[in-house]
């Protein structure tokens, strides 16, 4: 299993918000349509006002995650309306193959 992960920071709850239901209303939605596709998370840290966004989505392998891609496999898919409303964000995704899992994500 392939893990994609991207980092951002939202630089208030309300930005945080907004960015989750983005999420869920579009970007999880179209990667959920796309083969290979084995789920995705949002996770949150607050460190004062900003929030440190961590996005990760689960793929069977390194062919099924390029599905997601536009242009180089590390660029990072950030619509323009959503680099308005964060406060930074990361130009490339990393890839990382699983090599141990336990609980859901082993999926016996």
Known sequence: MIIRWWRAVAGSQ???QHYADHLGRTTFKEM?????HLGASLA???????????V???WSDLAA???F???AFDDAVVKPSTQ????????????????VTTGILKGE
């Open 32 to 36: 959920a349509a796309l083969p290979g």
């Open 65 to 67: 995650a390029g599905h």
């Open 69 to 71: 891609e536009q242009g």
């Open 14 to 16: 309300e930005v945080l």
């Open 56 to 58: 990760t989505s689960l």
């Open 84 to 99: 308005k409303l964060l406060k930074s964000f990361d130009l490339k995704v990393e890839y990382f193959e699983t090599l």
């Open 44 to 54: 949150v840290k607050v460190n004062g006002t900003d929030c440190e966004l961590v």
